[in-house]
């Protein structure tokens, strides 16, 4: 079943990681409150899932018009896609707040490097059914993270600087 479902699985986690370490990177840019961080962590994990889901459901109900992924069942597509955004979009949210609740210095640098981990992992666990390059599949995924979030830090940069 994962075979037919990874798209799935690495479609919402690959996202649930860079949107949420997006959001981390934008306020830490901003030099904005870091509890900023917590709410909008947790309010965009699962209202970003939920997109997340209903974009999934609603692709896969028009490939099956189109006569592609017959096979696939867009409600189920559409849980595992809300599911691994949430499991996934937790890794840097929590790697932040426990971090950050442990007085740690570097906290952005520390998860930043926590996120390209887990984006690297993702990446080369897809390999094992594209038959791709393990290290070249990880480090793209996690290179798509970093400039990511290094466009959502500037743009928190800017705007703070510009509105001050």
Do not use: C, W
């Amino acid at each position: 079943m994962i075979d037919n479902y990874l798209r799935s699985v690495i479609y919402g986690g690959v996202d649930g990681i860079i949107t949420i370490f997006n959001i981390i990177s934008g306020v830490t840019g901003a030099k904005l409150d870091t509890k900023i961080i917590i709410i909008l962590g947790v309010s965009s994990l699962f209202s970003d899932a939920v997109s997340m889901g209903m974009s999934d459901y609603l692709s896969i109900k028009a490939n099956k018009k189109m006569d592609k992924d017959k096979d696939m069942n867009e409600n189920t597509s559409s849980l595992i896609t809300f599911i691994s955004f949430i499991v996934f979009g937790l890794i840097p949210l929590l790697t932040f707040i426990f971090l950050l609740k442990m007085n740690q210095k570097n906290i952005f640098i520390k998860s930043l490097l926590a996120t390209m981990i887990s984006l690297f992992i993702l990446g080369s666990y897809q390999s094992k059914f594209t038959n791709e390059d393990s290290i070249k599949l990880g480090l793209t995924t996690a290179g798509h993270g970093l400039v990511a979030s290094l466009v959502s830090y500037n743009i928190g940069k800017l705007f703070n600087s510009y509105l001050q």
